[in-house]
Each structure stands twice: as C-alpha cells, then as structure tokens.
C-alpha cells in the first residue's frame, strides 16, 4: 500500500504553455513530500509506543489499583493526540495536493505565498505532534514514579512484616527459656529434698541397727554371766557389733 508521500512523489500534472516552472514545482512536491514523510514516520513511532504502554497497563504486574488507571489515562490521552495529530496531517496533505496544483495557473507570488503556508501548516503539526509526545512521555513518567512509590511502600511493608515475626518468634523463645528455667531450678530443688529425705532415713535406720545391736549385745552378756554356752556366742557377736560399725 503506498504512503500518501509516496503518492505525493508519484503524481504528475499536464503541461501547459504558460504556469511556472515544473522544476519549481517538483522540488516543492519534493518537499511536502517529506515533510509529510517524516510526519508520518513519527506517528507510526509512536503508534507503537502507545500500543507498548497499552500492552503494559494489561501486564499483571501493574494490577494496582492507582497504577492501572495511570497507564490507561496515559495510553488513552497519548491515542486522543496521535488521532488528532493524524487528521491533522491528512488535512495538511490534502491543502499541499490542493495548493500543488494551483500552481499551475496561480501568479508565481501566490504560489510563494501557498508555499510558505504549507511550510507554517506542516510546522504546526509537527509542532502538535511534539508536543502531544511530551504530554504522552509526561505522564508515563507520573505513572512510573507512582508504580515506584508503591513498590516502595510493599517493600517496606514487607520488612515491617519479616521484623514483627522476628520480634515475636524471639519473645516466644525467650519464654519457653525462662519456663524451661524454673522447670529446671524445680526439679533440682526436688532432687534435692529427696536426697536430704533419703540421707535422713539412712541415718536414722542407722541409728536404730545400733541400737537395737547395742540392746542384743547386751542382753548376750547379762546371759553369758549366767551360762558359758552363752559366753562362746558373745565374743563373736561383739566383734561382729564392731565390723558393722567400722561398715558404717
């Protein structure tokens, strides 16, 4: 399909005996021509930028709330101005073809004159076509600074998050030491009562074998005064007294 700059370049006009000179009109051709070229080239640039930044808005990662309306206002502010810009520059063409041929049969002054308009025309839109780009860059660049602010704000939400488990996590460690603590100290004082119960109850078991062996001995010997039987089975009784408290 061919551009309107290339129809511009390609279209020819009848020859007559009088008009100007056809070299004069070709270069002006020429260069609406690529006025129009380039005009064309900058939109279809950014046709495609604003179609990116639409495929982005659709992106999951910019499914926040604020972020989303930002790049939707951008991608539909950006489209209302590259339209305009376009319909511009088809009327723009349409009044270089008009005044290419009025060149023909209008004095060589007017002709000067159409040619110094279509230069003002095509400088104006391309003066609105810049600026409709800046307006475009201008809130992209809002959309990002907010899409960037809100990762900063997640991020440190986030950190917050991770501190506060830390800070709980420590204080439940920190308890089940001290619990673990007195759990200990409890069982050594147990421990140690029943030892004390224990080291009592062998003395005073001690005591009473002694006494009652003290008793026995006694007994032994009153009997032995009375009988020598008796007497055989003292002696070594008291000797046996004596080991069991050496034992002891």
Excluded: C, W
Aim: proline content about 1%; charged content about 35%; overall charge negative.
């Amino acid at each position: 399909m061919q551009t309107l700059a290339h129809k511009i370049r390609a279209k020819e006009f009848s020859r007559a005996r009088r008009g100007y000179e056809v070299a004069e009109v070709t270069t002006f051709l020429e260069d609406v021509a690529a006025d129009v070229d380039s005009l064309e080239t900058e939109l279809r640039r950014e046709t495609v930028r604003a179609n990116a930044l639409e495929r982005r808005v659709q992106s999951p990662q910019h499914a926040e709330g604020n972020v989303e309306a930002a790049f939707l206002a951008a991608a539909e502010t950006k489209q209302k101005l590259i339209d305009e810009a376009q319909e511009r520059a088809r009327q723009i063409i349409i009044e270089a073809r008009q005044q290419a041929e009025d060149l023909l049969s209008a004095p060589k002054e007017a002709a000067h004159r159409a040619q110094e308009d279509s230069s003002a025309i095509l400088l104006q839109a391309k003066e609105r076509l810049d600026s409709a780009i800046r307006e475009a860059a201008a809130i992209e660049e809002r959309a990002r600074t907010e899409a960037a602010n809100l990762e900063t704000e997640a991020a440190e939400r986030s950190r917050r998050t991770v501190e506060e488990s830390d800070r709980r996590a420590q204080e439940t460690i920190d308890a089940a030491r001290h619990e673990a603590a007195i759990r200990i100290a409890a069982a050594q004082r147990e421990s140690s009562d029943v030892r004390t119960a224990l080291e009592s109850e062998h003395t005073e078991l001690l005591e009473r074998v002694r006494s009652l062996q003290t008793a026995v001995v006694g007994m032994l010997e009153y009997g032995a005064a009375r009988s020598v039987d008796l007497a055989s089975i003292v002696e070594p009784d008291t000797d046996a007294s004596g080991e069991m408290e050496e034992a002891s």
